[in-house]
C-alpha cells in the first residue's frame, strides 16, 4: 500500500484558479463518497481532502500509484465541470515518505502562505474529521494525521514560528490597532470572502467593529461569508466605491483585489466624509 498526494497550492498557482477548486464549495463529504466508490488504484476506499483558501490536496492509499493519480486529477477536473488544459499544469504530486513529510509541513505551517499561520494545523483536524464521518479514514491515514497533529503541536509548542503576528487576520488587526487603538465603533471592508477574508472579519467583530461589509466578485460568497460572520452584510464588486467611502478600515485579502483598486476607487476612500 502506498501513500499518494494530489494537489493544487498557493506554490502552483494564482488565486482566480485556487478558488475554482474549492472542495469546501462543492461538499468535501461529496468528494470523498465520489471517490471512495470510484476505488481508484485500489484505495481500498482510503481517502482525505484538505480544502482551504490557499491549497486543495487530496490523500489518499492505493496500491496502484500511477493509476490512482490519472483517476484524482481526472476527478478533480470532472467534479469541478474544469478544463482540464487549464488545471492539470497547477496539479502536483508526491508519494509515500515525501508525502507524508509534505503534510507534516503544512500542519506546521511551513507550507503556509503566510508561515506559521495559527489556523492551518486545525484545518487539517477538520479533514481527518471529515474524511472519518464519511468512512474513508483508515489505518494508514488514520495513523498519518494523528502523527502530523503531533508533529503541528510541537512545532509550535517548541520553536517561535507560531508568536507575534504570523497569520494575516492578527497582522491586520494588530496594525488597525496600532493606527487607531479602540476599534469599537469603527467600519470595516474586507476584500475577498475566502476563509482569511473570514477570519479577518471575524477578529475584527470580536475588538468592537460596528460595521462589516464583504465585498467578493461573487455576491453569493460573500452572503454566504457575511452570514457565517453574523452581523456582516455583503457588497457587489461593482459597489465598491460606496463600500470603500463608507469606510475606517480596508482590509485586501484576495490576490484580485490590486489590479481592481483604480485611482477612483482610491479617491472615494480619500474624499471626507462628514463626522456622525
Known amino acids: 500500500m502506498h501513500l499518494l498526494l494530489v494537489g493544487i497550492s498557493h506554490r502552483t498557482a494564482p488565486v482566480e484558479v485556487r478558488e475554482r477548486v474549492d472542495f469546501q ?31 486543495a490536496e487530496l490523500y489518499m492509499a492505493c496500491d496502484d500509484v500511477a493509476s490512482a493519480k490519472t483517476a484524482l486529477v481526472s476527478f478533480v477536473t470532472a467534479f469541478h465541470d474544469l478544463d482540464a488544459t487549464a488545471i492539470e499544469p497547477h496539479i502536483y504530486d508526491v508519494t509515500d515518505l515525501e508525502a507524508a ?21 486545525g484545518q487539517v483536524k477538520e ?49 488597525a490597532r496600532k493606527i487607531f487603538g479602540d476599534l469599537e ?8 470572502a475566502g476563509e482569511m477574508g473570514k477570519l479577518t472579519a471575524q477578529h475584527m467583530k470580536s475588538h468592537g467593529v460596528r460595521q ?14 457575511a452570514e457565517a460572520i453574523g452581523g456582516a452584510t455583503a457588497a457587489r464588486w461593482d459597489d465598491m466605491d460606496a463600500a470603500l467611502a463608507a469606510a475606517d478600515i480596508v482590509i485586501t485579502a484576495t490576490g484580485a483585489a490590486t489590479p481592481i483598486l483604480t485611482k477612483a476607487h482610491i479617491e472615494a476612500v480619500m474624499r471626507p466624509r462628514r463626522s456622525p
Open 25 to 55: 464549495a462543492r461538499g468535501v463529504e461529496l468528494a470523498l463518497r465520489t471517490l471512495a466508490s470510484r476505488n481508484p488504484g485500489g484505495s481500498a476506499g482510503e481517502i482525505a481532502v484538505l480544502s482551504t483558501c490557499n491549497r
Open 101 to 121: 513529510r509534505h503534510l507534516f509541513r503544512v500542519a506546521a505551517g511551513l507550507d503556509s502562505l503566510v508561515v506559521g499561520e495559527p489556523q492551518i494545523l
Open 127 to 175: 479533514a481527518h474529521s471529515a474524511a472519518r464521518q464519511a468512512e474513508t479514514a483508515g489505518p494508514l491515514l488514520n495513523r498519518l494525521f494523528h502523527s502530523c497533529f503531533a508533529v503541528g503541536k510541537r512545532v509550535r509548542t517548541e520553536t517561535n514560528l507560531g508568536s507575534g503576528a504570523v497569520s494575516v487576520s492578527y497582522a491586520a488587526v494588530s496594525l
Open 185 to 192: 465603533g469603527r467600519s470595516v471592508v474586507v476584500l475577498g
Open 212 to 225: 462589516v461589509t464583504i465585498v467578493s466578485r461573487t455576491i453569493a460568497h460573500a452572503a454566504r461569508t
